[in-house]
């Protein structure tokens, strides 16, 4: 499982047997989302709109609030060019979220 360190914005593995607390976040997707793809460089965040994607900083600043320091967001943890990959998060999705210690969620209206 991956998640996104709320202190740094990038994504840390964890084997199943090792995963800290972590929050969760439940959000519509939106037309300009950060992918897997654009995290892996933090920068990339920054030069597509020149701030960080607001309901993932304000995620990743509630749960250091909450004394939590990553959060699983499934546009950004899941690489969803891998097939595997993508079926493997979609069957685990339920567990993602019993596990989490609290969900945010974001509704962009």
């Known amino acids: 499982m ?4 709320a202190a740094t ?8 047997d090792s995963i800290p607390q972590y929050a969760i ?3 519509t997707w939106g037309k300009q989302e950060a992918s897997f793809h654009d995290v892996q460089v933090v920068s990339h965040w920054l030069t597509r709109s020149g701030v960080l994607p ?6 990743c600043r509630q749960a250091m609030q909450d004394g939590l320091r990553y ?3 499934d546009t950004c943890c899941i690489d969803k060019s891998s097939s595997a990959e993508l079926q493997e998060a979609i069957n685990s ?8 210690e609290i969900c945010y969620v974001y509704l962009e209206d």
């Open 2 to 5: 991956r998640l996104l360190s």
């Open 9 to 16: 914005y990038k994504l840390v593995g964890f084997k199943d």
């Open 25 to 27: 976040l439940s959000h």
């Open 54 to 59: 607001y309901k993932i900083e304000q995620a």
């Open 71 to 73: 959060v699983w967001i």
């Open 93 to 100: 999705m339920y567990r993602f979220y019993e596990e989490a």
